[in-house]
């Protein structure tokens, strides 16, 4: 997970000034394709359980539903400075696991509350510091 977070980061930074995110997520997807490939046959030789409903889910969410939120980030990263891009990369496991536990009717417990409440109150503050900065020097 450090990696992941660390990848992540960097792969923001690198591309707060992308002109089409839409085109560069998708030749990134593109390139990726041959280590998936790679993977699905892996998975074929050493006779592991793949139906045809976990491949479909698989792709689902990995190039359909992926795809769609590096666009939609790539979209909004010019809009945040580097602190607010990497405070609003914090609300992705509270939305994560809020709409989680919606969608397979799970309990939404007293911790996970207070946890969510605690990173997004967080979040605010970074979002509303800036803002108030941005009214003093006007």
């Known amino acids: 997970?450090?990696?992941?977070?660390?990848?992540?980061?960097?792969?923001?930074?690198?591309?707060?000034?992308i002109a089409d995110p839409l085109s560069v997520t998708a030749g990134n997807f593109l390139r990726s394709?041959?280590?998936?490939?790679c993977l699905y046959l892996s998975v074929v030789v050493f006779g592991t359980n793949l139906t045809a409903i976990g491949l479909a889910c698989a792709i689902l969410s990995g190039a359909v539903a992926s795809g769609l939120g590096y666009t939609i980030w790539y979209a909004a990263l010019p809009w945040l400075?580097?602190?607010?891009?990497?405070?609003?990369?914090?609300?992705?496991p509270v939305?994560?696991?809020?709409?989680?536990?919606?969608?397979?009717?799970?309990?939404?417990?007293?911790r996970l509350f207070v946890s969510s409440v605690a990173i997004l109150g967080g979040i605010s503050l970074v979002i509303g510091s800036r803002e108030r900065a941005l009214s003093h020097t006007s």
Do not use: D
């Open 1 to 17: 997970m450090l990696v992941a977070g660390i990848a992540w980061g960097a792969y923001s930074l690198l591309g707060r000034g």
């Open 33 to 37: 394709l041959a280590i998936a490939i």
């Open 81 to 92: 400075t580097p602190a607010q891009g990497a405070s609003v990369q914090l609300s992705v």
């Open 95 to 110: 939305i994560t696991t809020l709409g989680g536990a919606f969608v397979l009717g799970e309990a939404v417990t007293l």
